[in-house]
């Protein structure tokens, strides 16, 4: 029996783990001659199924995961918080072309690879990073009712002990001053990654109306696919036939329905909820129109 504690081994198997994700990541540089880019990207909005959806297309025969399969990454966070690492670093997460077919007797087919990352919707220079980089990628997004995807995001910031706030109200209500030049940071100095950007913008992450633009001026719309996450959590056979139409592979039973990275909370309170529907409700009617697409949103 080892005399080693619990912590020391611990350390060990942390280091250890280290050692190996570090080491298959340098394959994968050394590999990214047989590495394509990516043929699509979920690019939000956070807590708005994207990590659902993307398990539902790894069912999929003809979808890969991203290197290396026993991790599990499901977002490179290349085109937000990485792109001071270069192209090299990010094709280095990919599948390589030569793929082997994942079923017993599959004949050789098509088979593509994409990644989640669900900041790029909100941050400012990803959507003109990824049209620079991947031109012919295909993007997906995903919109939550602003209301609901801004209380689960503070809800994943508390049970992330990210969030030292007391309360939901008190989050939304120092959100204006947090974040308070932010944006002009990050264009200022691209390498800069601001944690209150990315983590304390719960109501900002919900104003899709300032962050689609960015999106739909770069990409022509046969590229773009947007839903709203509702479809997801109530048809998600019906929302994966059609991502994989848009993705040009052919229909797939999904076996798996589970809602992946749900965690109940106790409800918001009324009164929040009705003022920030309130605040909304403008704001959704419009983006409604621009998308020409039904949104049964708080009202």
Known sequence: MSDQSPARR???????RARVKGSLRAYG???????????????????GGTTSLYNYLLEHPQVAPLFPRWQQIKGVRFFDNNFHRGLGWYRSHFPTA??????????????ISGEASPYYLFHPLAAERASQTVPEARIIVLLRDPVERAYSHYKERVRHGAEPCRSFEEAIEREPERLRGEEERILADPTYHSFAHEHHSY???GRYLEMLPRWLERFPPE??????????????????????AFLG???????????YNYHPADGMAA????????????????????????LDWSS
């Open 203 to 205: 109501l900002s992450q």
């Open 29 to 47: 540089r050394l590999t990214v001659g047989r590495r394509p880019l990516p043929d699509f990207i979920i690019v939000g909005a956070k807590r």
């Open 271 to 294: 009164a929040t909820r009705r003022r920030l529907a309130a605040s909304y409700a403008e704001h959704n009617h419009r983006l409604a129109q621009l998308l020409g697409i039904r």
């Open 223 to 244: 590229q773009l696919l947007i839903m709203p996450s509702e479809q997801l959590y109530a048809d998600p056979q019906a929302v994966l036939d059609r991502v994989l």
């Open 249 to 259: 592979l052919p229909a797939w039973k999904l076996r798996d329905h589970r809602r």
């Open 98 to 111: 030569a793929r082997p077919p994942r079923r017993q007797n599959q004949t050789a087919r098509r088979t």
């Open 10 to 16: 611990s350390a060990l198997e942390t280091l250890l």
